[in-house]
């Protein structure tokens, strides 16, 4: 018995410790993703700002934020409900691989807001031209959506994109917008099925 024990403690210890470890940061929040690993010190150290409307590119890659909507929907915990309209275009001869997760993030009062996975269901069930996209094509572009759970009195958001081109883990340029909150619009006619 005594062995089972020295073996649970040991074990709840080393669980304990796993995430000073591997260089968690905390500061990031959303429920698809409580903790985000830093890869390196230059993830995000390349920053290109960017106006709401207005694009940037970064090599062979052009992106645009073209809205902030609230949609007029809450969460059970009373966050609220947001989508970034946003274009990539892709100028190379190969597809850029992007995800929501990896790819998106807002940043509110210094803390970072990964897309939400609730965001993503009322999306797919109640925003028509949504589509989950796995890539950009080469020498295509894509107009799509990603959705956030957002405090109710958030005043402004940073919207991020890690510019990561043929390579996922390649994070070093990101491209930011900030959009005060007076900026965000409803719903245009015919978003919401």
């Not at 210890?13 to 995430?19: I, L, R």
């Not at 106006?51 to 609220?80: C, E, M, R, Y």
């Not at 959705?147 to 990561?164: H, Q, S």
Request: hydrophobic share 30%; charged share 20%.
């Amino acid at each position: 018995m005594n062995k089972l024990k020295t073996a649970v403690l040991m074990l709840t210890a080393f669980v304990s410790a796993v995430p000073f470890l591997t260089g968690c940061q905390s500061d990031t929040v959303g429920s698809s993703a409580s903790v985000s690993y830093v890869e390196n010190e230059n993830i995000g150290k390349n920053k290109h700002e960017t106006d709401l409307g207005a694009s940037v590119t970064v090599d062979t890659t052009t992106f645009t934020v073209h809205n902030v909507i609230d949609v007029n929907k809450t969460s059970d915990d009373g966050g609220k409900y947001i989508y970034v309209k946003y274009t990539i275009s892709n100028s190379s001869d190969k597809n850029f691989y992007i995800d929501n997760l990896n790819n998106f993030y807002l940043t509110i009062d210094g803390k970072k807001y990964n897309n939400d996975v609730r965001a993503n269901l009322y999306a797919k069930q109640s925003i028509n031209d949504y589509v989950e996209l796995e890539s950009v094509p080469a020498g295509g572009e894509i107009t799509n959506y990603v959705g956030f759970v957002v405090p109710e009195n958030t005043k402004a958001v940073t919207c991020g994109y890690y510019v990561t081109s043929g390579e996922k883990t390649d994070k070093q340029d990101t491209i930011i917008c900030e959009v005060q909150s007076s900026e965000w619009i409803q719903p245009p006619e015919g978003m919401i099925k």
